[in-house]
């Protein structure tokens, strides 16, 4: 079975400071692994994915993550957090064979960025 | 443009009432997918389709139905909607494919069943 842990149902960050949100997947073999991004009022905007081939996976808007096999683990980073970063950010994992068509979503991080 | 369009965003509505969220996309994708966001869970899903006229259960089908009679459209329909089924509901549609897809979401339609 799939699923997603987010470590942190709420993260507040200062603006220029670094940004982590936490994600612990698990699965009984290696899965796709990505992160969505929510706007107020908005749908999901998909922020990056990892389908085996680098470790480190950049995105958009300056954020990256590091599938790491060893820890489970997949989190985002942003090395300066923006006013814009506010939103809510989920993990998600799918199985290999279906890729992003089945995708289990962790319960979300909610960031907050303090002028 | 390339996009997901559900309507209506707002729905208000009474308990057993039926009504139907609409959901299509222009990019004639393969997969089509319904979720559910509630607070603390995240999303969910409730039916997912690999193309036209084939749907499968999702993790939470439950007063659910669902079509896919043309590629393009994926209405989710509630024949006698409950309180516990208000929810923010996304439709999303993928490529066909493994790894190497990305799933687009509709704008979201907020649901209240009282």
């Known amino acids: 079975a799939q699923s997603v842990t987010q470590l942190g149902s709420h993260v507040s960050v200062s603006e220029g400071a670094l940004v982590l949100l936490r994600c612990n997947y698990s699965s009984s073999v290696p899965p796709y692994l990505f992160w969505y991004v929510q706007y107020p009022n908005q749908g999901l905007q998909l922020l990056l994915k990892y389908t085996s081939a680098a470790t480190l996976v950049k995105g958009i808007n300056g954020f990256e993550a590091e599938f790491k096999k060893s820890e489970t683990s997949f989190h985002l980073t942003k090395p300066s957090a923006h006013m814009s970063d506010a939103a809510e950010y989920f993990c998600?994992?799918?199985?290999?064979?279906?890729?992003?068509?089945?995708?289990?979503f962790g319960t979300g991080t909610r960031l907050t960025v303090i002028p | 443009e390339a996009q997901v369009t559900q309507n209506p965003r707002y729905l208000i509505t009474v308990t057993g009432k039926k009504l139907t969220v609409t959901c299509s996309q222009n990019?004639?994708?393969?997969?089509m997918s319904w979720y559910r966001q509630d607070p603390g869970l995240g999303l969910r899903q409730i039916y997912y389709s690999m193309n036209v006229e084939v749907t499968d259960k999702g993790d939470v089908p439950e007063g659910y139905k669902v079509s896919r009679k043309e590629k393009r459209n994926f209405p989710l329909i509630l024949e006698s909607p409950s309180p516990n089924q208000t929810s923010l509901y996304f439709c999303a549609s993928t490529s066909r494919g493994r790894g190497n897809t990305e799933a687009f979401f509709g704008q979201g339609t907020r649901l209240t069943v009282v």
């Open positions: 990019m004639n994708h393969e997969y």
């Open positions: 998600a994992v799918s199985p290999h064979q279906t890729g992003a068509n089945n995708l289990f």
